[in-house]
């Protein structure tokens, strides 16, 4: 019996539109980057948000293509994806896609294919802050550029540009106030924030991200294949950690306890082999290190085992847009005898980082320094990361 819990948020990708400004010779959402459609992309990025309802809005004969990039690039949500087809505008898409939404979802987010490499902390920022009460809630990024009110050839005024911003999707609503502003409007927006701050919606802004820029000439799409190409190159970082024998009650290592083995000691458990993990991960993102996020400033970690510091490293990479592929640590100390639990200890690191494979080793130092003589552990560990 299936007892997963009915989804409360609903994400409408918008893949619908003709794509001509962009010349490829096909729908836009269809056209490929790096091996796969723009849709593929954009869905890989919205099948992060666990437990969503995804509805794609495709173009009419298109229905098929657009649930196989889904079943692609969202194997793992497959049941919660389903696919309609689009109208002539794009609010009327849009429509499409609100009336495919199961009844338990109670927040919207409406997402444009054509921005497909969207982070999933801008999604998640959006979800917070409707979470926080909001009617509505758009990511928007500052006008740096010096704005001018031109008629013609001629610059007639200077625009402030304080006052403005560059908006961007998913645009996040709550279903019924998305829902009534349909239902009572008769005219055509650019977007959805704006018919819903017409029937009187308080729009909010959260911050948005240079990377959902809109895929909509040839130069944008340049643009898309280059930063895919340099965010498919691994990233590689080294973490190391040293603690000293001494702390209180039984070892933990590996993420596993110890009894009758002596503890390290250490602002938390003393877990070397989990420390140089964090500490690697942390590096190749360039993302500080387990002192930025987890030393004796932050006392919630005090005594935290590895679960706790892998879980929240493992979050902190996501919300940067970084996937962990691989790790390997090795650790130094002439005690505990690891081969038995090996397995264990690795299936518990791996669970932490989201099932990313890890493997640890042991080794000794032939009785040479103060691994050697008994004083300490240290461990050595290799992360690797992608986009």
Excluded: C
């Excluded at 499409?96 to 009844?103: T, V």
């Excluded at 944008?220 to 590689?236: E, G, H, K, N, T």
């Excluded at 970082?237 to 933990?252: E, K, M, P, S, Y």
């Excluded at 669970?351 to 320094?369: E, H, K, M, Q």
């Amino acid at each position: 019996m299936n007892t997963a819990p009915v989804p409360t948020v609903g994400i409408v990708v918008v893949a619908a539109g003709s794509g001509t400004r962009l010349g490829a010779g096909a729908p836009k959402a269809f056209v490929g980057i790096d091996g796969a459609s723009i849709l593929h992309h954009a869905l890989r990025n919205v099948g992060q948000i666990a437990g969503a309802q995804i509805v794609i809005v495709a173009p009419e004969g298109r229905e098929g293509e657009a649930l196989a990039a889904a079943r692609s690039a969202v194997p793992s949500g497959a049941d919660l994806v389903a696919v309609v087809r689009g109208g002539p505008t794009r609010q009327q898409s849009v429509a499409a896609g609100l009336a495919a939404l199961w009844p338990s979802v109670r927040s919207v987010l409406v997402h444009d294919a054509a921005r497909a490499l969207t982070p999933p902390a801008v999604f998640e920022r959006v979800i917070e802050e409707l979470g926080a009460g909001a009617d509505a809630a758009i990511p928007v990024l500052p006008v740096v550029d010096t704005l001018k009110r031109v008629d013609g050839q001629h610059v007639i005024a200077a625009v402030d540009r304080a006052a403005l911003a560059a908006a961007q999707t998913p645009q996040g609503f709550r279903r019924d106030v998305l829902d009534r502003a349909y239902a009572e409007t008769m005219d055509e927006f650019t977007d959805d924030a704006a018919l819903v701050a017409a029937a009187g919606g308080l729009v909010r802004v959260v911050a948005g991200d240079p990377s959902a820029f809109k895929i909509t000439g040839p130069d944008d799409l340049a643009r898309a294949r280059s930063m895919l190409a340099q965010d498919s190159i691994p990233r590689v970082g080294i973490g190391t950690d040293v603690h000293a024998f001494g702390g209180d009650g039984n070892l933990w290592l590996a993420g596993v306890e110890w009894p009758g083995e002596p503890a390290l000691s250490g602002h938390s458990d003393g877990d070397a082999v989990a420390h140089a993990v964090v500490d690697a991960l942390l590096a190749a993102a360039g993302l500080g290190d387990i002192g930025t996020h987890f030393g004796t400033s932050h006392p919630e970690y005090a005594g935290a085992h590895a679960d706790v510091f892998l879980a929240r490293t493992r979050a902190i990479l996501a919300e940067a847009g970084w996937r962990i592929g691989s790790v390997s640590v090795q650790f130094q100390s002439n005690r505990p005898r690891f081969s038995t639990r090996r397995e264990e200890a690795q299936r518990v690191l791996s669970d932490a980082l989201g099932g990313a494979p890890v493997s640890v080793t042991a080794t000794t130092t032939d009785g040479l320094g103060f691994t050697g003589a008994g004083e300490g552990l240290s461990a050595f560990a290799v992360a690797v990361i992608t986009r």
